[in-house]
C-alpha cells in the first residue's frame, strides 16, 4: 500500500488507484512531481533525508527510490509537473495513468525507450496522455484504453509480442515515415478506437492485424503494412490507402 509524505496524495484519488492496482511485488511508485519534471530526480534535503518526485520516497534504501524493472509506476495525481523528462532509457513493469491530469512523458534523445516488463498500460479517465518517447514490450501488452482516455504513441513501439487494445477509449500511433515505423508483431482491436493518424506500424506476425470489434481508423498518410488480417468483429478501415 502507498506510503504518502503528504496527506493530499489521498483521499479520492487514492482510493481509484487502491482499486485498479494488483499487489505489489515490489514497490508501487505515485507520481506526484513535487521538485522538478526529472523522472531521476533524487534531492538531499540535508540531515542525511532525501526524497524524490515519487511517493514513496521514504523508508526505502536511497538506491531504491526511483521506480526500476520490478516496480509499477502510477500517473494519477494533478501535479506541478505532468510533462515527465524521463532522463534516459528506463524500465519498469507496467504503467497506470488515471483521473483528469493529462501526463506526457518524454526524453531528450530519439533513442531512448521506455520498456514495460509486462507490457501493460492503463488509461482510465478522461485525459490524454502522451508518450513523446519510444516504447517497448518484454511481454504480451494488455493496453486498457477505458472511459474517454487517449493514449497517444508519439515516438514509435517496438515489440515481437502481441499488443491487445480494450476499452472504450482510443489508442493513436503518430510517427513514422517510409524509413523508420512502429513494428508490433500482432494488434488485436477487442474495444474502441484504434486510431492510425499519420503512423507507420510494421505489424510482422501472420494475421498481424486482429480486430474483434471497435473501430480502426488510418488518416492523415497513415500506413500499416501486414501479410494478412483477421476481422472478427468491428469497423473496416476508413482509409484503406494505407493498408499494404
Known sequence: MFTGKKSRCFGIVTLLVLAIISPARATDFVWDGEYSDRWTEIRSLG?????????????IPLGDMIPEAD??????????????????????????????????LSSDLSTDMLTLVDGDVTAIGTATHR???NVGLDSDGAWLIDDTA?????????????LTKTGT????????????QSSIYKLVAEAGAVL?????????????LVVNGG????????????TSAVWGGGSPFWHADGLR
Open 131 to 133: 508518450f513523446n518517447v
Open 150 to 162: 487517449t493514449m497517444q504513441v508519439n515516438r514509435f513501439l517496438y515489440t515481437s509480442n502481441t
Open 169 to 180: 477509449g482510443t489508442l493513436s500511433f503518430t510517427d513514422g515515415d517510409e524509413f523508420e
Open 71 to 104: 516496480d509499477e509506476v502510477f500517473f494519477v495525481l494533478s501535479t506541478p509537473y505532468n510533462v515527465v523528462d524521463l532522463d534516459g532509457s528506463r524500465v519498469v513493469r507496467r504503467i497506470t495513468f488515471a483521473g483528469s491530469a493529462p501526463y506526457t
Open 196 to 208: 492510425v493518424d499519420g503512423g507507420h506500424i510494421d505489424l510482422t506476425g501472420d494475421n498481424g
Open 47 to 59: 540531515g542525511g533525508i532525501y526524497r524524490t518526485n515519487w511517493d514513496p520516497d521514504h523508508l
Open 215 to 226: 473501430d480502426v481508423t488510418l488518416q492523415n498518410a497513415a500506413n500499416v503494412q501486414l
